[in-house]
């Protein structure tokens, strides 16, 4: 089998690592920056401390800071025609996925004609984007390292995903210092969703070893932070970790590609506006559970991955500890365990079940995945 890996995106890492940023933006050739954000970075200072360095190195500065929680393709719409206005050259996005995807959605409608729609699925961009620096300030989403645009279509209640190498960031910065005054449950349920992003790539069928030695990597660094850093977002030695470790996860599943879990996450985002995080915490035992037959032996890897110990226990056994281990590292900081708790209803379960199948990311799962599967899942879960 041929397969293929690249990591386009510049990584810059490291406690005050965005001091170099100015000195990035100009090494892109730009000086017209505009920054995508969100009203809660805005309001915690991130920004202007990253404004402040930027114009330090005589970039011109614009800030756009109405991202959306879930940003809608209106949202993405509204950000493309205010940096045309501003005549931009360069996007800055900072905060968690959805201000890096709204960012990059920027970047590629500059250059690629018509509607957002249109561009929906794999490798349909026909132009080069304009230049993307990422600054993610959780560790979770990956966004700076992925080609995936992920942007809800309210019309459809549905999230689509505009994919394309064209997409990747052309430089992350990765400062856990600028994830010290994150929110405790936003950093579990970022965090969680990094090592969703980690399991699901390293057992879907078409993992290499690659993209293996990726997702194990982080599954461990993960699950040896996570506790410590929602305890103290201050604790930079593991909020490094955790920023590199969500790096990585997405380094992984940007070729090993994800499965059910973001299958069902996506169509729950659509239909009730749920954090991505969220659902993915929720719904990521329940589909563990179900998938443990696929690859048994990579599911005791997780386990003992997360310091789980597996001595004298079968195969079977073995596998089903990796189900475990992440439901207890949920439970202990403190991540709702149905979604129910989160507004979740039983009369969207149809419809969130078509959405699912329909996406075709179930295809990639360790275990074969049917609409009935779906269906029982989501009722179990619920």
């Known amino acids: 089998m041929i397969s293929t890996f690249s990591v386009p995106t510049k990584l810059v890492y490291g406690l005050k690592s965005i001091d170099k940023i100015g000195e990035e933006?100009?090494?892109?050739?730009?000086s017209r920056a505009m920054i995508v954000t969100d009203p809660g970075v805005m309001k915690?200072?991130?920004?202007?401390?990253?404004?402040q360095h930027l114009e330090n190195d005589g970039i011109t500065v614009e800030v756009f800071d109405q991202v959306e929680a879930n940003?809608?393709?209106?949202?993405?719409?509204?950000?493309?025609?205010?940096?045309?206005?501003?005549?931009?050259?360069?996007?800055?996005?900072i905060g968690g996925g959805s201000s890096i995807d709204s960012a990059k959605g920027v970047a590629f409608t500059a250059t690629n004609p018509g509607e957002i729609i249109e561009y929906e699925g794999a490798d349909k961009l026909k132009n080069p984007t304009l230049p993307v620096v990422a600054v993610p300030?959780?560790?979770?989403?990956?966004?700076?390292?992925?080609?995936?645009?992920?942007?809800?279509d309210t019309a459809r209640n549905y999230k689509i995903s505009v994919r394309s190498p064209l997409n990747i960031p052309n430089v992350a910065i990765l400062d856990a210092s600028l994830m010290a005054g994150l929110p405790r449950q936003v950093a579990a349920v970022t965090g969680m969703d990094a090592l969703s992003h980690a399991v699901e790539a390293y057992t879907t069928t078409i993992?290499?070893?690659?993209?293996?030695?990726?997702a194990i990597g982080a599954i461990e660094m993960i699950s040896s932070n996570l506790r410590k850093f929602v305890a103290r977002r201050d604790n930079l030695e593991a909020g490094n970790n955790m920023?590199?470790?969500?790096?990585?996860?997405?380094?992984?599943?940007m070729w090993a590609r994800v499965a059910t879990v973001h299958a069902m996450a996506h169509t729950l985002g659509g239909h009730f506006n749920i954090s991505h995080g969220l659902a993915c915490s929720i719904l990521m035992p329940h589909v563990m559970e179900f998938s443990l037959g696929g690859n048994i032996n990579k599911y005791a890897d997780i386990a003992a991955a997360m310091g789980e110990s597996l001595e004298g226990l079968s195969p079977g056994e073995a596998a089903a500890k990796s189900v475990e281990a992440v439901s207890k590292l949920s439970k202990d900081i403190g991540i709702?365990?149905?979604?129910?708790?989160?507004?979740?209803?039983?009369?969207?379960?149809?419809?969130?079940?078509?959405?699912?199948?329909?996406?075709?990311?179930?295809?990639?799962n360790a275990a074969e995945t049917n609409q009935d599967d779906v269906k029982a899942l989501f009722e179990k879960a619920l």
């Open 336 to 364: 709702p365990q149905k979604l129910s708790d989160a507004g979740v209803s039983e009369d969207k379960i149809e419809a969130m079940t078509k959405d699912a199948i329909s996406s075709g990311i179930c295809a990639f």
């Open 207 to 214: 993992g290499t070893p690659v993209t293996d030695a990726l």
């Open 25 to 30: 933006v100009k090494l892109l050739d730009a």
């Open 44 to 51: 915690s200072g991130v920004v202007e401390l990253i404004k």
């Open 137 to 152: 300030t959780t560790a979770g989403t990956g966004a700076e390292v992925t080609g995936s645009v992920v942007i809800t």
């Open 243 to 253: 920023i590199v470790a969500s790096a990585m996860a997405a380094m992984s599943f």
């Open 71 to 93: 940003p809608t393709i209106e949202c993405i719409n509204k950000a493309s025609k205010f940096f045309g206005e501003y005549k931009g050259d360069l996007l800055v996005g």
